[in-house]
């Protein structure tokens, strides 16, 4: 093993001293994500440091650095906006290397009339979101942590935003990409509107987590940009059960509303609906698109709403209005660190799926499964969830729980509270039959079921790993688990 020093001479040598930071504050938070935010808040940073944060310029010195870190065995981890939330950028490997795109920035084509935008791995999603709408389009994409994640992570994570129900997830959206594999080699998947040429291997690519390759630039497709035909309707529910029913009913019709959500009472008090649906759960739909269409969608869930007496009508402005402050930018992380070092008061979520004939098995079972057996159910200020990204077939569920944190210091936060809750979740779900893991990524956290969740198939994952990275040097640690 190179010692810390010669890994950062070797990494200035290969990209030049401004491009290789040691600043230890820098290093102390490139060694954690949003998983460890309470120990962030109050400076403990407890997982060995990273010998540098390289940010590289272009494929070909991260070609350069890859090829350098397989040589010697040095645990590589990818970074570009740092929203993740389940451990994927933690260094748990002394002397790794954080290797952030965030200085790879360049939009490089928006074409209007293949409908194609390239961008590198460290744009940000709210900039060419910005740049595509200036030529009336849209990217379609809109993750709450917009204003935050870059294409490269949100790439790596499988990630999907509030208008999935009618664009889809990332894994819809990706045409061509390239990518950096640890022996150095430099791909690219061609842009085509489809084709039978083997398996896709953009999927090979595409929710790595940073465990096989490090994404450098990425093609998306672009939709026509309609707001001025949005719509929202919205319907206060008598409970889970006949909300999912309702939603099922909507999907499993052909209506594509571009975001649909159903929240229980609890979780939708946190967000002020119990202002207007006291102790009820709440329904809402978007409707985007050609007028006509928009028309359709609303005339079409408004009929199928009218088949449950027990559900009354919200005033869709409501949700409008709430729906369009949503999104996480660097401020509202600020605020949330002020709120935590205040109050002691903490929350995480959790997202799963499930087909339609277990979504709401999962609901029940998790709720009473921490009802029942989280020691410290005392310490819960919150418990509760939601679903917000339907498909023909299922649904997606976040579970959202919030906690005190006064009765042990914030060292003991993860092993006290997130770890069994996340775990009860995990539990529950994978026993119902759906998947652990709807887009956050596996992380650090999720690993220890990774067999469990993918079963048999978990030869072809395990084959891709020995493959791509046979030395072990891409993300220690995430989506696999290392063996103690
Ligand atoms: C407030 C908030 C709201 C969120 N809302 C959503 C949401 O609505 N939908 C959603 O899907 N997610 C959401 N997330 C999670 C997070 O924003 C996404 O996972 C996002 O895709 C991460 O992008 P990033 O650029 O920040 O990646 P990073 O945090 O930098 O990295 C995420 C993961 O990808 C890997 N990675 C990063 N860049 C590369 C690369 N170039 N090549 C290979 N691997 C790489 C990293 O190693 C890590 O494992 C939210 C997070 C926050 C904090």
Known sequence: MLSRQAIVDQLTHLVGKD???????????????????????????????????????????????????????????????????EGGLETIVKNSIVLDGSDMNRIIEINPTAMLV?????????????????HGLTIGHSPQSKPLAM???????????????????????????????????????KNVP??????DIRHVIIGNEG?????????????????ENNSFQAYAMPNMSSGFDLLREVITAGYRPSMARLYDAQDGAQHGFDQFAPDRCVLMFMGEGPAPIVRATADGIEEIA??????????????????????????????ERELIRKTLNTGFTTEVSGNWDCIYP????????????????????????????????GTNLYFVYDYNIKKCPPEQELATYHIPLNAMIVEE?????????HHHGIGKYRTPWTRQEHGSAYYILDRLKQVFDPNGIMNKGTIFPVDK
């Open 429 to 437: 779900t994978l026993k119902a039959g759906g998947s652990m893991v």
């Open 306 to 335: 009218a088949r449950y007496p027990d559900q009354d009508p919200i005033d869709g402005r409501i949700i409008e209005n709430w729906f369009n402050h949503l999104n996480w930018g660097p401020e509202k992380v600020m605020e």
């Open 19 to 85: 491009r290789v930071i040691t600043d230890e504050p820098v290093l102390r938070e490139n060694s954690v994500d949003r998983y460890r935010k309470v120990q962030a808040v109050f400076g403990i940073y407890e997982l060995p440091l990273p010998a540098a944060v390289v940010k590289p310029a272009d494929a070909a010195q991260v070609s350069a650095i890859l090829k350098f870190a397989d040589r010697h065995g040095i645990n590589c981890v990818p970074k570009t906006g740092g929203s993740a939330t």
């Open 211 to 227: 465990a096989l390759c490090f994404i450098t630039e990425i093609t998306l497709k672009l939709y026509r940009y309609y707001p």
């Open 362 to 393: 999962i609901y029940r079972n998790v709720l009473d499964r921490i009802q029942r057996d989280f020691p410290h159910g005392e310490d819960l200020t919150l418990l509760g969830g939601h679903s917000s990204h339907s498909y023909q077939t």
């Open 118 to 134: 390239t961008a590198q791995c460290g744009v940000n999603l709210e900039v060419l979101e910005n740049q595509v709408r200036r």
């Open 151 to 189: 294409m490269g992570g949100l790439v790596a994570t499988r990630s999907i935003g509030q208008f999935s129900t009618l664009y889809g997830g990332i894994e819809d959206m990706v045409v061509g990409l390239e990518a950096v594999f640890p022996d150095g080699e430099i791909t690219r998947i």
């Open 194 to 199: 489809r084709r039978a040429c083997g398996p």
